[in-house]
């Protein structure tokens, strides 16, 4: 009997990822594929322009441009979840720690976390949708 797709995960992986599935939301999921790469994401969006003139930063600038609605509507949400996803050790999202514009945008999806991604078997990062509920 074949493992099927589930093969390249191991029964731990298995365990813990079935987990996360029941307990993330879109928001988690969309972050983890946003932070793969912050740039191609933006450039898919065709917001490009929202990044071109960062000097410094916090990787929450661009978030703005992300969800397109105040900051206080997604600030508490997206703190959460990417506690949430430090926590699981998928990724690190320092959302207020300034830095400079390679920084905002640099890949914050660990390894763990890609894996992850292709457990759940997304579209690729750059073609995510934001939540509209967050």
Same mark, same amino acid.
């Given at each position: 009997m074949s493992d099927g &797709? #589930?093969?390249? +995960?191991?029964?731990? %992986?298995?365990? $813990?990822?079935?987990?996360?599935?029941?307990?993330?939301?879109d928001l988690h999921v969309f972050l983890l594929q946003y +932070?793969?790469?912050?740039? *191609? #994401? @933006?450039? *898919?969006?065709? @917001? $490009?322009e929202e990044i071109s003139s960062i000097y410094m930063a916090s990787v929450q600038t661009p @978030?703005?441009?992300?969800? $397109?609605?105040?900051? *206080? %509507? #997604? &600030?508490e949400p997206v703190e959460q979840a990417a506690n949430d996803l430090r926590a699981a050790g998928l990724a690190d999202i320092p959302l207020t720690t300034m830095m400079s514009a390679d920084g905002v945008l640099a890949s914050r999806t660990n390894e763990k976390g890609l894996r992850f991604l292709a457990f759940i078997v997304e579209s690729p990062a750059a073609e995510a949708e934001p939540p509209e509920d967050l």
């Open positions: &797709s #589930w093969a390249p +995960f191991t029964p731990s %992986e298995r365990n $813990q990822f079935i987990r996360l599935v029941r307990d993330f939301d +932070f793969v790469s912050p740039t *191609a #994401w @933006l450039s *898919a969006h065709g @917001l $490009q @978030l703005a441009a992300v969800f $397109q609605r105040p900051q *206080a %509507e #997604w &600030s």
